[in-house]
């Protein structure tokens, strides 16, 4: 069975920092990996995924994120955060074999003006 | 173009009752999957229908059942609820079954097992 872990619960910082959140899968096969965020009373959005090709790939809001295979990775970048980037963070995976996506427990990012 | 919709938006409920959840998925979407997020953690997928079949099933027990009308929309039914189930219930549909076809959520029922 796949399954995701993301490492930080809690991230605070302030403006202008730059941010990395963590995300480590554990799947033998071929995976999709996505990105999605929760805003404060909003529903969840995709942020970005990958599928195959460049390892780095560029979402919305300046995100981006880079897929590591031998360290089944996919952390989660942002070179300057805004107050408005205060929101729960959730990493995915799904396998080719299914359709199901399996989520970490999120990180809860509050960016301090 | 209406996204996913779900009702309704909140509900409280006692133990050993049962509970109806409703999703009409975005316009074009014809596979829906339904999901559990409990308080602090990441979503849990309960089930996937398509073509009104349940196609993927996650580690939910039979009190979790659902169905999928002609119109794509859908409904997620719990029985015997108990305490362990308050929790938020996400829908989310995409245009078939796919692994490339992005899953777009709705809002969200928040259910409440008092």
């Known amino acids: 069975a796949q399954s995701v872990s993301q490492h930080n619960h809690h991230v605070i910082l302030s403006e202008a920092a730059s941010l990395e959140l963590g995300c480590n899968y554990s799947y033998g096969g071929t995976v999709n990996l996505f990105w999605y965020v929760q805003y404060p009373g909003q529903h969840l959005q995709l942020l970005l995924k990958?599928?195959?090709?460049?390892?780095l790939v560029k979402g919305i809001k300046g995100f981006e994120a880079e897929f590591i295979k031998s360290k089944f990775s996919f952390n989660l970048r942002k070179p300057s955060v805004q107050w408005s980037d205060t929101a729960e963070y959730f990493c995915a995976v799904r396998s080719n074999a299914g359709n199901m996506l399996t989520f970490g427990g999120g990180t809860r990012l509050m960016v301090k003006p | 173009d209406a996204g996913v919709t779900q009702s309704p938006t909140h509900l409280i409920k006692t133990r050993g009752q049962q509970v109806t959840l409703r999703c009409s998925p975005k316009?074009?979407?014809?596979?829906v999957s339904w999901y559990q997020q409990a308080l602090g953690q990441g979503p849990q997928f309960i089930f996937q229908y398509y073509e009104e079949e349940e196609r993927q099933r996650g580690n939910f027990p039979d009190r979790f059942s659902g169905h999928q009308f002609p119109n794509y929309s859908s409904e997620l039914n719990v029985n015997a609820l108990l305490l362990g189930d308050s929790a938020l219930y996400l829908c989310?549909?995409?245009?078939?079954?796919?692994?490339?076809?992005?899953?777009?959520f709705g809002p969200g029922t928040r259910l409440t097992v008092l």
């Open positions: 316009s074009g979407h014809d596979t």
């Open positions: 989310a549909s995409s245009p078939g079954l796919g692994p490339s076809n992005e899953q777009f």
């Open positions: 990958y599928f195959s090709g460049d390892p």
